[in-house]
């Protein structure tokens, strides 16, 4: 079964605007990922947020996590064409597992 | 330093066949992991190999399987192959936290 949920399924945004991503999870973690993917290609990793964190920053990327709610946000700012992709949250869970779990994804097209 | 290499890339077989994957994971990388991506159930977990030793293992039928070799390479053997087993075949090697991603090998089954 999927950990986390990607909310919205799609999203399709112009040049410029800022582009919202949630992901929610029933189960506690060390930590959550959101990765990226281009059309069939493989992930790229974007940013790691750790349970004992609030807020990261990367670039034009900000993610937020609310462990209380079970939930975290992935906000793109100032979008452009190439941030067109298929974005993951992906949970590691404690017990000593590494693997993360995988949401479905939110498919994200930004118009030039 | 390199990035995760799949081989091949694309792969057209027949139902009944099988089929070899390969990964060569990051250098001093020594966990890697597979998934099957398929549009359908998404990003799922296979199994993961640490020196040498299966560690981790998802929810597929015995004809998926896999071996991890000394230099931390990594094969995925699918066997009798079926319709569904068509997908976007993903390996992933770790140090400990955050995966990083091969571009995948595109496996048909015709």
């Known amino acids: 079964s999927q950990q986390g949920e990607e909310d919205p399924q799609a999203l399709s945004i112009q040049e410029g605007e800022n582009a919202t991503m949630n992901c929610s999870y029933k189960?506690?973690?060390?930590?959550l990922q959101w990765y990226r993917q281009n059309s069939g290609r493989g992930l790229v990793h974007l940013i790691l947020i750790r349970s004992n964190e609030r807020e990261k920053h990367s670039g034009r990327l900000r993610v937020t996590l609310d462990t209380s709610k079970k939930s975290s946000s992935l906000l793109i700012t100032a979008s452009r064409a190439a941030d067109t992709a298929s974005y993951f949250c992906a949970t590691e869970g404690r017990g000593g597992s590494y693997i993360p779990t995988f949401g479905r994804g939110t498919s994200l097209i930004v118009h030039p | 330093k390199a990035g995760v290499t799949q081989t091949p890339r694309y792969l057209i077989k027949t139902r009944g066949q099988q089929v070899t994957l390969s990964c060569s994971p990051i250098?001093?990388?020594?966990?890697v992991s597979w998934y099957q991506q398929t549009p359908g159930q998404g990003l799922q977990f296979l199994f993961e190999y640490f020196s040498e030793t299966q560690r981790n293992k998802g929810n597929f039928p015995g004809r998926f399987s896999g071996r991890q070799f000394s230099n931390s390479r990594s094969e995925m053997n699918v066997s009798t192959l079926e319709l569904g087993d068509s997908a976007l075949y993903l390996c992933?090697?770790?140090?400990?936290?955050?995966?990083?991603f091969g571009p995948g090998t595109r496996l048909t089954v015709l």
């Open positions: 250098s001093g990388h020594r966990s």
């Open positions: 992933a090697s770790s140090l400990g936290v955050g995966q990083f």
């Open positions: 189960t506690s973690i060390n930590n």
